[in-house]
């Protein structure tokens, strides 16, 4: 939180809310109800710089941002409590830790299982009347081909990220690799 008292790190978390919701909009759908985009690592950029709370922040800003610049749909807030969700386990793994593929993994895997297998099918259910074992099953599926390039990817792009904060001073001295 003490970051936040920095105009470069208020900016930066500024751009990462940016960043998220252009990415949102280079989704790929699979179905109507299944869809894959890239803000996830966004968000977990702001969990690793910042922590929880401005990472929940960002996730909660780009998700209401996105929608009021490009609605897909009737607005639900349990999506907008997703994102808060997904940048909240974001910094409480990765922040002020080295990074590490376990961490990835490990975050990746919680939010995979927290948001895609359980509150999505919820909230998808409840908005459009579908059996939730369905919805459930796709996202197993859609899981099962995307979690190990996506660990990869965030893995690659938090080093870049580490990198890039460490020589613009937005990470602690003391931050680990």
Request: net charge positive.
């Amino acid at each position: 939180m003490e970051h936040m008292k920095n105009v470069k790190s208020v900016t930066v978390a500024a751009l990462l809310v940016a960043l998220a919701v252009t990415l949102k909009f280079l989704k790929i759908a699979i179905t109507p109800t299944l869809e894959f985009s890239f803000a996830f690592l966004a968000n977990a950029s702001a969990g690793f710089l910042f922590g929880p709370f401005v990472a929940g922040t960002v996730g909660a800003l780009s998700d209401l941002l996105g929608y009021v610049v490009r609605p897909t749909g009737p607005f639900f807030p349990g999506f907008t409590l997703n994102a808060i969700i997904n940048g909240v386990v974001y910094g409480l793994i990765l922040y002020r830790k080295p990074v590490s593929m376990q961490r990835v993994v490990i975050a990746r895997l919680i939010n995979t299982v927290l948001i895609s297998f359980l509150l999505n099918p919820i909230w998808l259910s409840m908005m459009y009347g579908k059996a939730l074992h369905l919805l459930v099953k796709t996202r197993l599926i859609k899981a099962a081909i995307l979690f190990v390039p996506e660990c990869i990817l965030l893995y690659a792009i938090l080093k870049l990220v580490k990198r890039i904060a460490s020589d613009s001073a937005l990470l602690p001295q003391k931050s680990a690799s």
